[in-house]
C-alpha cells in the first residue's frame, strides 16, 4: 500500500551511540523514519516482531570479486545481478565492483558495463561504484593477480576513466612502491578516490611517504603484502600503525589467523578496520575447478586457491558469515563487527550521511540477524529482499 510504513518492534538496535534494547524502527519510502520507542501503530503499519533479534545496519562490502558462478569481470547486467543478489541475500546491501588485473580495454568494458548497470533500478544489493584492484601492483606480491598484464601506473588511463564514468572509480588499489605511483596516489586522492596499498613490496617507509602523498587504505591487510617483523615493519608494520590508513581484513580464518585479526582492532582506531569478504565467483558454490582473472582456481574445504602454485585466490565468504567469524572467533562484540562492515566502509566511501547505520533519515538499509547470528530479514532501501536459499 502507498501508505504503508514498516515498523520493527522489539529490536536490539545496534546504533552510533549504543544498542537500544526492545526499540523500534519504522520504515517508510525507501528511508527510516524514526529508532526508538515503538510508535502507536497506523491503521496501514506493517508491524513486524523482531523478537529480540539484533537489528543492524546492512553491511557495506568495498573488496568483492564475484559470486554464485558470476564474477564483475564477465562484464553483463545478468552476471551483476547473480552476484547482487547472492550478497545481497547475505546482508550486503551496498557492494563495490571489484576488478581483477586485466588488459586495459577489459577493464574499460566493466566499467562501461558497471556504469550501465548503475544507472537503472538495481533490484538486490545496490553498486555504490568499482574498486579497481590492479593493474598497477607489483610482481613480486602478486598472489592470484595475472602477472601478464601487471603494468606500471597509467594516470592516462585513470583520467580517462574518471572523465567518461564520473564517480564511478571508489577505490584505486596499487603497490605504492612503484615507479609514478605517488603522483598519481595524489592525482586520484584529489579526485575523491580512496587510494589502497595491494600486493606490494613496500618498506615500512615507503608506506609512509605514500600515505603523505593520500595512500589511505589497505587491501586485504597481511596478505599479499611485507609482513611485519621487529626490525623491518614493512607494509604490514606501516598499516598497523599509521592512523591515516584504514585497514581491511578478510574475516574468514583462512587469510589471517584470528589473533592477528585482535592485533588489528587493537592497533587500529576504531574508525579504520573494514572487514571484508574477497569473495570470487565460487562463493555459495560446491568444491571444485573455477576461475580467476584467468587464472585456474581449485577450491577445497570452502577454500580457494591457484591450480598453479599455493597462492590463496580470493575467497567463498559471505558478510554474515564475515559477522559470525569476527564474533564468535576474533571475540568481536556484535556492535563492533556491525562497525566494521557499515559503519566504516560508509565512512570510508563518504557514504555515511546515507547509509551505513541505523539513523533517522538514512537509507533504510536494515538486516534483523537473531541471537545465533543468523540472517533473518533483509531490507535495501526499504524494499524488502529474500535472505539467500541455497
Do not use: F
Given at each position: 500500500m502507498m501508505n504503508e510504513k514498516t515498523v520493527i518492534v522489539n529490536a536490539k538496535i545496534v546504533t552510533e551511540q549504543g544498542v537500544i534494547e526492545g526499540?523500534?524502527?519504522?520504515?517508510?519510502g525507501g528511508k527510516i523514519e524514526s529508532v526508538g520507542p515503538a510508535p502507536a501503530p497506523g491503521s496501514t503499519d506493517h508491524v513486524i516482531d523482531?523478537?529480540?533479534?539484533?537489528?543492524?545496519?546492512?553491511f557495506i562490502d568495498v573488496h568483492v570479486h564475484g559470486g554464485y558462478g558470476a564474477d564483475w569481470m564477465d562484464g553483463n547486467a545478468e552476471a551483476f545481478d547473480t552476484i547482487t543478489r547472492f550478497h545481497g541475500g547475505h546482508g550486503t546491501t551496498s557492494i563495490v565492483a571489484t576488478t581483477m588485473t586485466a588488459p586495459k580495454d577489459h577493464l574499460s568494458r566493466v566499467l562501461a558495463a558497471v556504469h550501465e548497470y548503475r544507472s537503472q533500478p538495481m533490484p538486490y544489493a545496490q553498486v555504490v561504484g568499482v574498486h579497481l584492484e590492479g593493474p598497477f601492483i607489483n610482481v613480486k606480491y602478486k598472489g592470484a593477480q595475472n602477472p601478464a598484464y601487471i603494468v606500471p601506473p597509467q594516470p592516462d588511463w585513470l583520467k580517462e576513466w574518471t572523465a567518461a564514468f564520473p564517480g564511478l572509480i571508489r577505490q584505486l588499489s596499487l603497490a605504492p612502491e612503484t615507479e609514478g605511483a605517488l603522483g598519481l596516489i595524489a592525482w586520484a586522492r584529489e579526485q575523491g578516490i580512496n587510494v589502497a596499498a595491494a600486493h606490494t613490496d613496500?618498506?615500512?617507509?615507503?608506506?609512509?611517504?605514500?600515505?603523505?602523498?593520500?595512500?589511505n587504505q589497505a587491501v586485504h591487510t597481511f596478505n599479499a603484502?611485507?609482513?611485519?617483523?621487529?626490525?623491518?615493519?614493512?607494509?604490514?608494520?606501516?598499516?598497523?600503525?599509521?592512523?591515516?590508513i584504514a585497514a581491511e581484513v578478510i574475516a574468514d580464518g583462512h587469510h589471517v589467523h584470528p589473533a592477528c585479526i585482535r592485533l588489528l582492532t587493537r592497533s587500529k582506531p576504531a574508525d579504520k578496520l573494514i572487514v571484508i569478504t574477497d569473495a570470487m565467483s565460487a562463493a555459495g558454490l560446491d568444491d571444485g575447478d573455477y576461475e580467476l582473472g584467468?587464472?585456474?582456481v581449485v577450491v577445497k574445504g570452502g577454500v580457494a586457491r591457484l591450480r598453479d602454485g599455493d597462492s590463496l585466490a580470493g575467497s567463498t565468504l559471505t558478510m554474515i558469515g564475515a559477522l559470525r567469524f569476527a564474533v564468535e572467533r576474533v571475540g568481536m562484540t556484535v556492535p563492533q563487527a556491525s562497525r566494521c562492515m557499515s559503519g566504516n566502509p560508509a565512512r570510508q566511501l563518504g557514504l555515511f550521511g546515507v547509509t551505513g547505520s541505523l539513523e533517522a533519515g538514512k537509507q533504510a538499509d536494515v538486516l534483523l540477524v537473531g541471537s545465533d547470528l543468523k540472517l533473518q530479514r533483509i531490507w535495501v532501501q526499504g524494499r524488502e529482499i529474500e535472505p539467500f536459499r541455497e
Open positions: 526499540g523500534a524502527l519504522v520504515l517508510s523482531a523478537q529480540g533479534a539484533w537489528a543492524l545496519p546492512g613496500a618498506t615500512y617507509d615507503q608506506i609512509v611517504t605514500a600515505a603523505d602523498a593520500g595512500l603484502m611485507t609482513p611485519l617483523h621487529h626490525r623491518n615493519p614493512g607494509t604490514a608494520g606501516a598499516v598497523m600503525t599509521d592512523d591515516r584467468g587464472l585456474a
